[in-house]
């Protein structure tokens, strides 16, 4: 069986990433998107071990200490991290695993895993970005912009990733990263 490939998936938060990958799965099955643990409260409708793994602060850094992590950070004052084993079983059966990270996080893949395939996700202006991180609903004013503020500052790591993807359409979006991931 063929080894399955790693895909660092970022982009800014309320960017699409969500929903382009809900588009990736219902057109490809073998894209598997790897569970994040995280110390954040769930958003409604969010359930434990589907959207994240939602652990304590003191479990997180416990899973720091072992070395459970592929890769961790630290976001708006929580923590988010890849558990390695599960991401690695997965690409041992051939599916192509998808990390849906920050860019620090995603720095740390790339570094770690020079295989790694990254694309990083952009709207197409930063209004529009703010327009959708409001209509989710999901944060007060002072979350969006602190979003907003940490967006501008990832906007320098975009640099750093092989390949840009556009997110004007989810549609035309999730083609795009099919066809980048079966180069």
Known sequence: MKKGKLVVYTGYSGV?????????????????LSVSCTTRKPREGEQDGVNYFFISTEKFESLIKENGF??????????????EKAVNEMLEKGYNVFLEI????GLQIMDKRPDCVSIFVTPPSFEELERRLRG?????????QKRMARAREEKEYEKYYE??????TVERA?????????Q
């Open 136 to 144: 989710r609903g999901t944060e007060d004013e002072e979350t969006i």
């Open 102 to 105: 920050e860019v620090q996080g």
């Open 163 to 168: 390949h840009k993807v556009l997110n004007d």
């Open 174 to 182: 999730a083609r795009e990263i099919l066809d980048i991931i079966h």
């Open 70 to 83: 592929l890769e961790y950070a630290r976001y708006c004052d929580n923590y988010y991290g890849t558990p």
């Open 16 to 32: 699409g990433k969500g929903e382009i990958m809900k588009a990736l799965r219902k057109l490809d099955d073998s894209v598997w």
